[in-house]
């Protein structure tokens, strides 16, 4: 499979790539990031909708990926045929061939159920038969006692040699499912952030359900009241992993799932009745739950997954914090008006918002992360001209980062190939890229402790919201200009950082506008 076209992106990517699969870090939290669906909770909604809601979703699902085979065959591998494998030193991919037959997982109190699907049937008999399915696992009474998902979340090492332990077949059907759909139950009153921070990384009673490997999980979470057995709606969003499937491809699926949910009127042409896993010798369906576990080894993975990866997990979730907030004194109008670039505008105030609570030693990542323009502007945060020096200059570094012209990461691509094909190359032009790489106006810190991105999000979509991995040590936010004017923004981080850096940011904002005459 050809992932990238030109040569050097290509290399570039690859590197990247490589790179992502020899962290050792975990994959929730650090790594996987998750869109969270506009809200549509209604405790007034019957169970019948319930069931409704995520089967029609499943079939959003089915319709993307059948038109994206048709456009663009090694997207569609990497999003549904594929699934990240742990490694002792080096993560890799387990690949599958997409055909007419349909894989989906379900996931619910830690069990797994796969169903296959005939995508050649009708959209009718399709929903009719994902119905059936859902009613059926929502109402499965015999929970697991061995939370098998939470050995996904273990740093690489660790779940790769806890796989060992798991049965060889139904692991296998779990990477080779298309998707995950995970039927997560939580607190009827959850707050808004948390139900988010949720989908992103689950909790302590669900993480059983997940399999972070897996390029796509869809994300349906439940509540019930103490008085009644009702399931209802709270959340719902998708979790990927982000070393195959880009930000910009999980974003054209989920706005294909709230166009179809919108215009969704699935046609039956023949009884339901008539409906059976088998229509003469053509396949229709098949539904069974799949057995994670080994007879030899049940004690030994039920203490791995029950006592050593849920602990190891929940200090992670614990010192994970997640804040979402809406800017509404000024957006993307203002910005354009003043002549300045919105994007650079955002991205220095949340450097700079950083930058006011974090110590000298650790001011490092401005170094290769900032221009100097940019630096002049922190010292003198009043100064229209500097201001928009800073923002000039943000944008053209910004441009080249974005456009592949970066210098440090050219060549590091073209180091890493004289390194890994030493015999093809002669001995001095090693010595010259080494030269060249350690030149302090071309070594950059690649580390970095703020990470920001622009979430462009149609005004028909506004509600969706991205949620990024948040490596070890650093901050993250996400942003989006809605269509009222404010900017929405979602931070993540793992120092109970964001309370702080919130206040911070609009400040600095405020101020920002304040230098403009």
């Known amino acids: 499979m050809n992932i990238y076209p030109n040569w050097l992106s290509e290399q570039s990517k690859l590197r990247k790539l490589k790179q992502t699969l020899k962290c050792r870090e975990p994959l929730p ?16 909604f019957s169970n019948n909708f319930l069931i409704e809601y995520i089967s029609a979703m499943i079939l959003a699902i089915i319709d993307y990926r059948s038109k994206l085979i048709k456009e663009n065959l090694d997207e569609s591998i990497r999003m549904f045929g594929s699934s990240r494998i742990p490694g002792n030193e080096i993560d890799s991919h387990h690949f599958t061939e997409l055909s007419n037959e349909f894989t989906v997982v379900f996931s619910r109190q830690f069990n797994f159920f ?31 006692n061995v939370s098998f998902g939470s050995l996904s979340t273990l740093p690489r090492t660790d779940f790769a040699l806890g796989c060992q332990f798991l049965n060889g077949n139904g692991l296998q059907k779990l990477r080779e499912s298309q998707f995950l759909v995970n039927l997560d139950h939580v607190d009827e009153n959850m707050s808004e952030d948390d139900l988010k921070k949720h989908i992103f990384a689950s909790n302590q009673d669900n993480v059983g359900n997940r399999w972070f490997d897996k390029s796509i999980q869809l994300i349906i979470v ?21 070393s195959l499937v880009e930000m910009s491809s999980v974003l054209k699926l989920a706005k294909h799932g709230i166009d179809y949910l919108s215009k969704f009127n699935p046609k039956m042409e023949i009884e339901p009745e008539a409906i059976g896993s088998k229509d003469g010798d053509r396949f229709m369906f098949n539904m069974e739950k799949i057995n994670l576990t080994r007879l030899d080894k049940i004690e030994v993975i039920k203490a791995a997954a029950n006592e050593f ?11 994970f914090y997640l804040k979402t907030f809406i800017f509404d004194y000024y957006g993307r109008k203002f910005i354009e008006n003043v002549q300045c ?37 922190f010292d003198d945060p009043f100064s229209e001209e500097k201001l928009r020096l800073a923002i000039e200059s943000h944008q053209f570094y910004r441009y080249l980062q974005e456009n592949g012209y970066n210098v440090e990461n050219i060549m590091q691509t073209y180091n890493e190939i004289v390194n890994e094909n030493t015999s093809s190359f002669d001995e001095n032009v090693t010595i010259l890229f080494k030269k060249l790489l350690n030149n302090p106006l071309i070594k950059h810190i690649e580390k970095s402790v703020v990470y920001s991105k622009q979430i462009e999000i149609e005004s028909n979509y506004f509600g969706l919201i991205h949620i990024s991995g948040v490596p070890m040590n650093s901050l ?38 304040s230098c403009i005459n």
């Open 309 to 319: 990866a849920l602990v190891k997990y929940k200090q992670s979730l614990d010192a």
């Open 222 to 242: 439940l509540g019930s009241d103490s008085s009644d057995k009702m399931n209802h709606l709270l959340a719902s969003g998708i979790c990927y992993e982000n």
């Open 341 to 377: 670039d919105p994007e650079s505008w955002i991205h220095v105030a949340i450097h700079f918002a950083l930058r006011q609570f974090r110590t000298k030693d650790q001011e490092n990542y401005e170094y290769g992360v900032l221009t100097d323009e940019v630096l002049d502007y």
């Open 114 to 144: 796969q169903i296959r699907l005939n995508t050649n049937m009708q959209e009718g008999e399709m929903f009719f038969i994902l119905k059936k399915c859902v009613e059926f696992i929502l109402g499965y009474k015999n929970f697991s």
């Open 476 to 513: 993250v936010c996400d942003y989006q200009f809605l269509e009222n004017g404010a900017i929405q923004f979602v931070v993540g981080c793992c120092q109970n950082q964001e309370l702080k850096f919130v206040d911070n940011l609009c400040q600095t904002l405020v101020q920002m506008k």
């Open 29 to 44: 939290i650090r790594s996987n990031p998750a869109f969270v669906f506009p809200s549509i909770s209604q405790k007034s």
